[in-house]
């Protein structure tokens, strides 16, 4: 499906909040000093409707992908290594 102009230049401005996001919080003491770029990223997205008449206290779960999609494994991997790290279980090379 062809995306809208609209579509296309948020996407481009998301990737350039996240590359800015990534920069800022890049630490030059632990950092390894090599220069990188982002190759892919996905956005996850918590909704809570704000309706007077909504009070089930729902929320509803959202993932932005860059130009609307990306293969899933490679969002799997992208969650897979996120939940790895987030449970202090870190990353290691496949096979160690």
Do not use: K
Not at 50 to 71: A, H, K, Q, R, S
């Amino acid at each position: 499906m062809a995306r809208t102009p609209e579509q296309i230049a948020a996407d481009d401005a998301l990737h350039e909040a996240i590359r800015a996001v990534s920069a800022a919080y890049d630490d030059p003491e632990t950092g390894d000093g090599r220069q990188r770029f982002i190759v892919d990223w996905l956005v996850v997205v918590v909704n809570q409707p704000v309706d007077e008449g909504d009070d089930n206290g729902n929320c509803y779960y959202e993932t932005l992908f860059p130009n609307g999609t990306i293969p899933a494994y490679r969002a799997l991997g992208m969650i897979e290594a996120a939940h790895m790290i987030l449970s202090g279980q870190g990353m290691t090379e496949v096979g160690e």
